[in-house]
């Protein structure tokens, strides 16, 4: 395992659309030292969740730190070409922040309820809904995959902010407590 320099924003590899990972690679000695890269980058950048191309590499994987479940330990999630499919209109939102948008932090309605469908690091087919912030982090790692941004998804850019104020100051209204909208 290596750490990867993360792109940021400006970057155009993050507007890209990455690749579908064929599913006979994914036990590949490439997909798998991609994983455990992601692993290792992840982590030392104390981020919550990764999508390859963040680390340059313009595949549909995404790795992410999977502690959702109420009474249960933490667990690392491999979520490889991953399909969402929203199963509500409700939204929510959460502040966001991103490796590749360092400094920043926002806020960003979501559908709060969504399936998703996809393969593990073994190369099973993995399917469950998530619901909440966790729905939220799914959806901001699976944009990536997608060329987009959180802030592409931000509807009032005045509930954007360096991350040090954002917490002096916007989160007091947004921060862990989701705002509900639609029906």
Request: hydrophobic share 40%; with cysteine; proline share 5%.
């Amino acid at each position: 395992m290596a750490l990867r320099k993360v792109a940021v924003m400006g970057n155009p590899i993050l507007r890209e659309v990455a690749a579908p990972v064929p599913v006979k690679e994914i036990a590949s000695e490439r997909i798998q030292t991609l994983i455990g890269d992601m692993v290792e980058t992840m982590f030392e950048y104390d981020g919550r969740g990764l999508a390859a191309p963040q680390i340059h590499e313009s595949l549909q994987v995404v790795v992410m730190l999977w502690d959702f479940d109420a009474g249960k330990e933490a667990y690392l999630k491999v979520l490889i070409n991953p399909e969402i499919e929203f199963l509500t209109q409700k939204t929510s939102t959460y502040a966001e922040g991103c490796l590749s948008v360092p400094g920043l932090t926002g806020d960003v309605s979501r559908p709060n309820h969504i399936r998703v469908k996809a393969y593990n690091e073994k190369g099973e087919k993995t399917e469950f809904e998530a619901q909440g912030f966790a729905a939220t982090v799914i959806q901001h790692e699976c944009d990536h995959l997608i060329g987009k941004l959180y802030l592409d998804r931000m509807k009032d850019l005045k509930r954007l902010g360096f991350s040090k104020e954002y917490g002096r100051f916007l989160a007091q209204e947004t921060t862990r407590n989701p705002r509900p909208e639609g029906d």
